[in-house]
């Protein structure tokens, strides 16, 4: 769901689950998508990425899903470990318009060892 | 080794007063950034700069001034006309180029507090 105010939504996982984080972009003509981790108290680190032409990417433990038709982006977690605990975003960027990234509300991933 | 700094990491402002936030990069980087979080948020877009003097404003630029006079630094001036300046400041850089599409890479954040 949507952040509203100080309220991350939160996923609580088991250490060794697989996690799935999901978002819902907004500009139809975004063809550039980026997950990041963010450790509280620091900036965003990049996980990974995946542009428009492609329905999936594969990192080392982690996936990407893109569904352009809803405009919908997920990102799996394999075997969820404590250290994968914190603030996920994504973000996209669209080759019209303002060069940056827009960035979506932030999903907090919290694993249970 | 290459990376954005941003100083400091902690700064304290009493209303009234301007400040100004570092932030520098060696990753010979074209395009840089500024974002601010607040808690529990994501990232607003404060000001960017593609290429050296030049600089375009974002979705909550009131408030802030930027410049760009050299490739490796940009830095950002909180100015009393912005209501409600405490948050957490974020810097990022990126290789625009020819690359439209690339990851930016951020600092490690100026929390600034107004007291």
């Known amino acids: 769901g949507e952040n509203v105010g100080l309220h991350l939504p939160t996923l609580s996982v088991q250490e060794g689950d697989n996690s799935i984080i999901n978002c819902a972009y907004s500009n139809s003509a975004s063809d550039y998508f980026i997950w990041y981790k963010q450790e509280s108290g620091k900036g965003p680190q990049f996980i990974i990425d995946?542009?428009?032409?492609?329905d999936k990417r594969q990192g080392q433990r982690v996936t990407v899903l893109l569904n352009k038709t809803v405009k919908h982006l997920s990102l799996q977690i394999a075997a969820t470990q404590p250290g994968d605990s914190a603030v996920y975003f994504c973000a996209e960027n669209s080759p019209t318009g303002r060069r940056a990234l827009t960035f979506g509300s932030g999903t907090r991933l919290q694993v249970q060892p | 080794d290459g990376g954005i700094t941003q100083s400091p990491k902690y700064l304290f402002r009493k209303e009234g007063q301007n400040v100004t936030l570092s932030c520098e990069q060696n990753l010979n980087h074209d395009a840089m950034y500024w974002y601010r979080q607040d808690p529990g948020q994501g990232l607003r877009l404060i000001y960017y700069?593609?290429?050296?003097?030049?600089?375009q404003k974002g979705d909550i630029a009131e408030g802030y001034s930027v410049s760009r006079e050299k490739k490796e630094s940009f830095p950002l001036t909180v100015t009393s006309a912005q209501k409600n300046p405490t948050a957490f400041y974020l810097c990022?850089?990126?290789?625009?180029?020819?690359?439209?599409?690339?990851?930016?890479?951020f600092g490690q954040g100026t929390r600034l507090t107004v007291v």
């Open positions: 990022a850089s990126s290789i625009p180029g020819g690359e439209p599409n690339t990851e930016a890479f």
């Open positions: 700069s593609q290429i050296v003097n030049d600089f």
């Open positions: 995946i542009r428009s032409n492609m």
